[in-house]
C-alpha cells in the first residue's frame, strides 16, 4: 500500500514521483567519455584526469578481472581503500563485469574483515597497500585470490599538488607474494567480454548518475588521513 500521509506537508512545486534511468552507471560513464572525452572527471593531488582516460582504465581493469579472475556476473567483489582515483576507477570496472561492489570502511580491523569476506563469499579484492597488512592473513588461503594493490601515489603529480601531501598518499609502491600492483594490472594482457546492456534497472543511491559530463570526484587536501 503506498504511503501518502506525507503529501499533506510535500512542497507544492515538487514532484511527488521519480523517473529512474534505464541505463546504468557503467553506460552512462560510457556516454560523459563520448560526449566529452577531454572534460576533467577526476582531481587528485595534482592530476587531473579527462574522461577519455578514466573510461580506458575503467576497460583495462575490467578486462583483466574477466580474463584472470573468471569474474562473474552477480560475484562479490571487495573494495578496501580510502577516497582516491583507483577507488572510482575499481567500482566502474567491478559495475562493467556486472558483479558487485562491496565497499569496506577503512577503519574495519582484521577480525572484522574476516567476517564480511565470509559472510559475503568474497574471493575478490581491490585493496590500498596501507591496507593490505589487515587483509594479509586471507590472502593465498583460499579466501582471496590475487587481490589487485592500490598505490595511491602512482596517481598524483606531487609537484603541482596544493599544500602538504599526507604521507600515506607519498608511500612508495611495495610488492606483496600472492597479489598483483594495480599498474601491472592494467598492462597485462587481457580481453574485455562484451557489455551486456541490461534491461532491468540498476540503481545505487550513493552515486549520482554520470552522464553529464561534469567532475565526478575532486580531492580536498584534507580528507584523507595519515
Given at each position: ?5 506525507h503529501f ?18 557503467y553506460?552512462?560513464?560510457?556516454i ?34 574477466a580474463?584472470h579472475?573468471?569474474?562473474?556476473r ?5 573494495l ?25 570502511n ?15 563469499d ?11 597488512p589487515?587483509?594479509e592473513?586471507?590472502?593465498?588461503d583460499?579466501?582471496?585470490e ?31 607474494p ?7 594490472a ?7 567480454p562484451p557489455y551486456?546492456?541490461?534491461r532491468?534497472i540498476?540503481?545505487w ?22
Amino acid at each position: 500500500m503506498q504511503q501518502t500521509q506525507h503529501f499533506d506537508y510535500w512542497p507544492p512545486l515538487l514532484t511527488k514521483t521519480i523517473t529512474i534511468p534505464e541505463t546504468t552507471l557503467y553506460e552512462n560513464l560510457q556516454i560523459s567519455a563520448k560526449r566529452y572525452p577531454e572534460q576533467i572527471a577526476i582531481e587528485y593531488y595534482g592530476r587531473a584526469m579527462t574522461y577519455r582516460q578514466l573510461i580506458e582504465e575503467v576497460d583495462q581493469l575490467a578486462a583483466y578481472m574477466a580474463t584472470h579472475w573468471n569474474l562473474k556476473r552477480g560475484e562479490n567483489v571487495m573494495l578496501f581503500m580510502q577516497n582516491a582515483p583507483q577507488y572510482l576507477i575499481a567500482l566502474y570496472a567491478i559495475l562493467r563485469n556486472r558483479a558487485v561492489v562491496v565497499p569496506i570502511n577503512p577503519m574495519s580491523k582484521t577480525h572484522e574483515l574476516q567476517f564480511y569476506l565470509q559472510d559475503g563469499d568474497i574471493h575478490h579484492a581491490c585493496i590500498s597497500q596501507e591496507l593490505y597488512p589487515i587483509a594479509e592473513a586471507f590472502v593465498g588461503d583460499g579466501q582471496l585470490e590475487n587481490p589487485i594493490i592500490a598505490t595511491y601515489r602512482d596517481y598524483i603529480e606531487e609537484e603541482r599538488a596544493i599544500g602538504t601531501l599526507p604521507d600515506v598518499v607519498k608511500q612508495e609502491r611495495k610488492t606483496f607474494p600472492k597479489t598483483i600492483a594495480w599498474e601491472d594490472a592494467l598492462q597485462e594482457e587481457s580481453t574485455l567480454p562484451p557489455y551486456k546492456y541490461p534491461r532491468e534497472i540498476e540503481f545505487w543511491d550513493e552515486f549520482p548518475m554520470t552522464s553529464s559530463g561534469k567532475v565526478l570526484w575532486r580531492q580536498l587536501q584534507d580528507k584523507i588521513g595519515e
